[in-house]
């Protein structure tokens, strides 16, 4: 069964430094999510992409976050200037197709830890 | 605004126990209302879900039934096996919107 993959599985970083968290979707799928998952919080959406361009965005989306899909398959997500705050599991989802009652499939998350 | 109000956590069980886990949620539109399950070091998999009022979705053994009147989408299972331990989240979709809100999750633990 096709899965959404997500690398690395774990990323520790410094406070200030640039990182990229890495997702392949499925692969006839149209629209690609970020969530974060603050320890003990709720899971909270970032941002979507359909199109090749971000479709929706949360306040806590700002300037220091981009995403792209560079090549067709993969799908990225950039955080320019990691803050501690940053630290979360981060998921990756896509779907087929647009609609509340179209399923998001969620890839395995990357664990951040900003130092 | 859009928002979901699990029941609180942790709750632990005997094998074969009955399991409800609440979940509430206030909504504008008509939104579709999703189970997702995390077992231990794995990512969010869809487990059940509901697209209108009175659908009851179900999978492994586990329903839940799109309750408009209640505004309420309760999780259950007759007979719990140490293997459904994981983080239960309860998430709610809505038509034009793009993403799905969360609940903030249930650790649910069986013991043998």
């Known amino acids: 069964e096709p899965e959404v993959t997500q690398t690395p599985s774990h990323q520790v970083t410094q406070m200030g430094q640039e990182v990229i968290l890495r997702c392949v979707p499925i692969s006839n799928h149209l629209y690609f999510y970020w969530y974060r998952q603050i320890l003990g919080q709720k899971v909270e959406f970032l941002v979507s992409?359909?199109?090749?361009?971000?479709?929706?965005k949360s306040e806590i989306f700002d300037d220091q976050f981009s995403v792209e899909r560079p090549d067709g398959s993969n799908f990225t997500l950039k955080i320019r200037s990691t803050k501690l705050e940053d630290s979360a599991m981060y998921f990756c989802?896509?779907?087929?197709?647009?609609?509340?009652?179209?399923?998001?499939?969620f890839g395995p998350g990357t664990r951040l830890l900003v130092l | 605004g859009n928002s979901v109000t699990q029941m609180e956590g942790p709750v632990t069980l005997s094998e074969e126990a009955f399991l409800t886990i609440n979940c509430t949620y206030t909504a504008t539109g008509y939104p579709s209302l999703f189970w997702y399950v995390q077992y231990p070091g794995e990512g969010l998999q869809l487990l059940l879900k509901a697209t209108k009022a009175d659908d009851k979705g179900s999978n492994k053994g586990f329903e839940a039934t799109y309750r408009k009147e209640t505004t309420s989408f309760h999780l259950e299972k007759g007979s719990v096996q140490v293997s459904d331990s994981a983080v239960y989240f309860c998430a709610l979709g809505i038509q034009g919107a793009q993403k799905l809100v969360f609940g903030q999750g249930t650790r649910l633990t069986i013991n043998p």
């Open positions: 992409f359909y199109n090749n361009e971000i479709s929706e």
């Open positions: 989802a896509s779907r087929p197709r647009q609609g509340a009652r179209e399923t998001q499939y």
